[in-house]
């Protein structure tokens, strides 16, 4: 599967974005499709997955401000961002674990991903 992020850029304090993920290729319900980025001088972290029944999974930093959700039938993964903050300034990855039955924090057992978009939030 290939996977193609959009929706980045640059918001201040309180702000909000969209970023969407969409992927080709067949058998989209099989995977396991997550949220990752990746600040300056940092190691990608978690933030968000979507099992394949659609149950959303938040890192504590996020939860309560950013929702995760799946289409299956556009065979895409959203990640709306509101009350962003300059810590979450970061660029994104979008990543699928083929046949994952449940979601994973450890970005190795992520087999796809996509090329990352870049969000600044400034203060």
């Known amino acids: 599967v290939q996977l193609q992020a959009s929706g980045g850029g640059m918001v201040q304090d309180g702000g909000s974005l969209r970023l969407s993920c969409a992927a080709s290729g067949p058998a989209f319900i099989n995977y396991v499709l997550a949220w990752f980025r990746q600040a300056p001088g940092k190691e990608r972290e978690f933030v968000a997955a979507?099992?394949?029944?659609?149950?959303?999974f938040y890192a504590r930093s996020v939860k309560g401000r950013f929702t995760v959700s799946r289409d299956n039938a556009k065979n895409t993964v959203t990640l709306q961002m509101n009350n962003l903050k300059p810590e979450d300034t970061a660029v994104y990855y979008c990543?699928?674990?083929?046949?994952?039955?449940?979601?994973?924090?450890?970005?190795?057992?992520?087999?796809?991903w996509g090329q990352g978009t870049l969000v600044t939030v400034s203060s």
């Open positions: 990543g699928a674990d083929f046949g994952g039955l449940q979601v994973t924090l450890d970005e190795n057992n992520y087999e796809y």
């Open positions: 979507v099992t394949r029944n659609g149950s959303p």
